[in-house]
């Protein structure tokens, strides 16, 4: 923080990562396949409502629109923590990591379990993560996106190319605050981004260990061929 901020200004900050939460907790998957489909996209597939599993219950256009919807909610957190604090490196970080959380477990998808216990349910975060760098530094779409891309199709594993984009991330502000045109805190946004990833990705790891996670792309069409 480059000077010291007024008390009415400090109080802004818990607003702004609580609206952070409440923006990204938006089930923009769950809203576009029940109005294509009429079917609820947490009972199908994976049960999570980001663009893969929306591509899953409603096709291509309905993963597409879900993901675009999904990466701009982190987008605009980062530009309202920085419209409002613009030396305030930190937050700018705080604000899409929270939005992260909320669309991962999205306050407006509480369930109770089998044992009566309260959960949240969502995504698991990899478009907001996008989204979030974005915001901090617009030129990182063009980076992210078509390597992310190239992780999916070519390593054949969504989960994998979700956490390649928050490595990705953190690459990109390691090389931009390394040149001095980029905050170092900035770079702590992909690490943080990758740890949230990772937490809700466990079931996909697992299966990754265990040889049985969903192959697409590439090498889902190699191994379909093969066994022809």
Not at 21 to 32: A, K, M, T
Not at 81 to 95: E, S
Not at 127 to 147: D, E, M
Request: hydrophobic share 50%; with cysteine; charged share 15%.
């Amino acid at each position: 923080m480059s000077q010291e901020i007024p008390l009415r200004m400090i109080l802004l900050i818990p607003l702004i990562i609580l609206v952070s939460y409440l923006v990204g907790s938006i089930p923009f998957g769950l809203v576009i396949v029940r109005l294509k489909t009429g079917k609820d996209i947490r009972q199908i597939e994976s049960g999570r409502t980001g663009g893969t599993n929306a591509m899953r219950a409603a096709g291509w256009g309905a993963g597409i629109l879900t993901a675009v919807l999904d990466t701009c909610k982190a987008t605009v957190c980062v530009w309202l923590a920085r419209w409002i604090f613009p030396d305030y490196y930190w937050l700018h970080v705080l604000a899409p990591t929270v939005a992260i959380i909320g669309h991962n477990y999205s306050i407006y998808l509480i369930e109770r379990g089998e044992k009566g216990w309260v959960h949240l349910r969502g995504g698991a975060g990899g478009a907001p993560s996008v989204g979030g760098s974005i915001g901090l530094w617009f030129p990182s779409l063009f980076f992210i996106v078509p390597l992310g891309g190239l992780l999916l199709y070519f390593v054949g594993y969504a989960s994998v190319a979700t956490m390649g984009t928050a490595a990705i991330s953190f690459l990109i502000f390691l090389y931009r605050a390394w040149i001095g045109v980029s905050p170092w805190e900035y770079v702590f946004y992909g690490l943080i981004a990758e740890i949230v990833l990772i937490l809700a990705l466990r079931p996909n790891i697992k299966r990754l260990f265990k040889g049985n996670e969903r192959l697409v792309g590439w090498r889902a069409r190699r191994k379909k061929t093969s066994q022809l």
